[in-house]
């Protein structure tokens, strides 16, 4: 099965996404509020990360308040 990348991230995400495809960055801090899809968005390059380097792994922190559920 082939999925296109355009199809699944927000169309918000797709200057991030070619940076990180070009490598330009080492880290990026992304902004927005909730129903945003940064998690979506992230969950999707760290598996493409993976899939790329067969030595690579992955390790994610979530930093929320307290208050959300």
């Not at 960055?25 to 493409?48: D, P």
Request: net charge positive.
């Amino acid at each position: 099965m082939t999925v296109k990348i355009s199809e699944v991230i927000a169309p918000a995400f797709k200057p991030v996404h070619l940076d990180i495809k070009r490598k330009q960055h080492v880290h990026y801090w992304l902004k927005g509020g909730r129903g945003s899809t940064k998690s979506s968005f992230i969950a999707i390059e760290i598996v493409l990360g993976i899939m790329k380097d067969p030595e690579a792994n992955a390790t994610v922190l979530r930093k929320v308040k307290e208050t959300l559920k």
